[in-house]
């Protein structure tokens, strides 16, 4: 590929994806949801296989998307994109609703939320997609939606003045300090690999 910086400018939304499992809630975040037909209407969702929620959607073929506003915080993104529910009980301390399908989801930093039934997934490798029928849903707010862009321009921290030379993760702002940055470094905030800093401007 002659500059993987292309796959930056495809447009994406932000989600908070959710899940049930018997008594355990689980969710994390998502930028790859998008309704993809209408007769009927189904979406599409894309889940990393890491995540637990992906294993409790495979599990029971339910869940919601709560979509993220541009009020959504960086703790929003921290609490549930960069902590997993294999290690925490993301649930602890957080106000949610419950919708008529039992799974939870989210009316703060939201705009909307959608109830999906999986009617088909696809090994991606990496991912599950999960192609999914819309059961029920709401708007609550009328915020403009976050969008991916949106969270590297406002959401995401800027870094302070680097005093050294160094890496920072695009995705969540993590500093690798030190170069040059190992090939299979591994974000230990976010998760994501290597191919996903750029070097510190100094
Ligand atoms: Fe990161």
Known sequence: ??????????????????????????????????????????????INKNNLTHDMVLETGVFNVSILSEEAQFDTFKHWGFQTGHEVDKMVEV??????????????????YLCAK????????????????????????DVAPATYAYYFAHIKPKPAKPKVKGWICKICGYIYEGDPLPEDFICPLCKHPASDFEPLEG
């Open 118 to 141: 999986v009617v088909q997934s696809i090994d991606l490798g990496s991912h599950t997609l999960f192609i999914a029928e819309v059961t029920d849903g709401d708007v609550v707010s």
């Open 1 to 46: 590929m002659k500059n993987k910086q292309a796959l930056f400018k495809l447009s994406y939304g932000l989600f908070i994806l959710t899940a049930r499992d018997g008594d355990r809630d689980n969710g994390c975040i998502t930028n790859t949801c998008m309704q993809v037909a209408e007769g009927p209407v189904r979406i599409a969702c894309a």
């Open 95 to 112: 106000e949610y609703s419950r919708a008529d399908n039992g799974v939870v989801y989210f009316t703060d930093q939201v705009d909307a």
